[in-house]
């Protein structure tokens, strides 16, 4: 009897064991308007490495004050990954006035990442406000300046589930006209290896699209995912207004990360004009984009 008991007990605590470990395994999800579970993994991960409000905003604060900013709001946002916290930061210029922008930061423990950055050369937020604005169960956004009031609506102009971004630029840039609404600007930076920005080559062999980074690059690191189709052959990369270099890139679907000339340290626009393609295409298709 006593060997049947203890037998019963190892298998009860073996199916909690197996339980317990097999939701720690589970993939992350989006996170809807009705929440999600966390699994243990990611409770010890955030507890391990807790941060207080206030040493979050000197972190944010040393960041954007070395680049003449400062901050206006730095709040909760609902985090659309499990595991995870997140954040709205809205700054603006030491006098207050534009430009200014918003960044949406994720958090888990110490590490804090920037993974939406929508920047305003004429505005600075007064107020951002998570709205549920086509019932898809993603967090859109409704921003107010003053007596202006913007909607960004999910997966339509913008995504929030795109992952942490090792770079600051704003994603908001101009390009050349892409092919249709499907393949605009945005998803180059949607974190969606298979959708991608695309545009026509112009009458010169070109496609170009112009960044914004306010608080500067920081390596001269640029990271591109190809395609299949609309591989560029050559890119010219102009900084602030100056010429800086020209680069190949190969004839492959895959990432290619290329080391830029150190003078584009400090850059705050980047312009990248991609010069024909390989195999005859029309247009320029770029997966996603990194510039750090």
């Not at 913007?150 to 840039?173: K, P, V």
Request: proline share 3%; with cysteine; hydrophobic share 40%.
């Amino acid at each position: 009897m006593k060997f049947e008991k203890r037998t019963w007990l190892l298998a009860v605590v073996w199916i909690l064991v197996v339980g317990l470990s097999g939701s720690c395994g589970k993939s992350e999800e989006k996170q809807s308007r009705g929440g999600g579970t966390t699994s243990l993994s990611d409770l010890a991960r955030m507890a391990a490495g807790a941060m207080t409000l206030e040493e979050e905003i000197v972190m944010v604060n040393e960041m954007i004050e070395r680049a003449g900013f400062k901050k206006k709001l730095y709040q909760e946002f609902p985090a659309q990954r499990v595991g995870t916290k997140a954040r709205i930061l809205v700054y603006s210029r030491t006098n207050g006035k534009p430009p200014g922008g918003i960044i949406y930061l994720t958090k888990r423990g110490k590490s804090i990442t920037s993974s939406w950055h929508w920047y305003f050369d004429d505005m600075v937020p007064d107020s951002v406000v998570a709205a549920e604005l086509n019932d898809d169960g993603l967090w859109d956004m409704r921003v107010v300046a003053g007596d202006r009031v913007l909607f960004f609506i999910q997966e339509e102009s913008f995504s929030l589930t795109a992952g942490e971004r090792a770079d600051w630029i704003a994603m908001n840039g101009v390009s050349s006209p892409p092919v249709e609404e499907s393949a605009a600007l945005w998803k180059a930076f949607d974190g969606d290896t298979v959708t991608a920005w695309r545009s026509s080559l112009d009458a010169e062999g070109k496609a170009f699209l112009v960044l914004t980074s306010p608080f500067g690059i920081s390596e001269g690191i640029l990271t591109v995912r190809t395609l299949e189709d609309g591989q560029p052959k050559a890119c010219n990369l102009i900084a602030d207004g100056n010429p800086i270099q020209q680069f190949d890139l190969r004839a492959e679907a895959a990432v290619q990360m290329i080391q830029l000339d150190r003078s584009i340290v400090g850059a705050k626009e980047i312009r990248l004009e991609f010069t024909s393609t390989y195999g005859g295409a029309q247009a320029v298709q770029i997966a996603e984009i990194e510039l750090r």
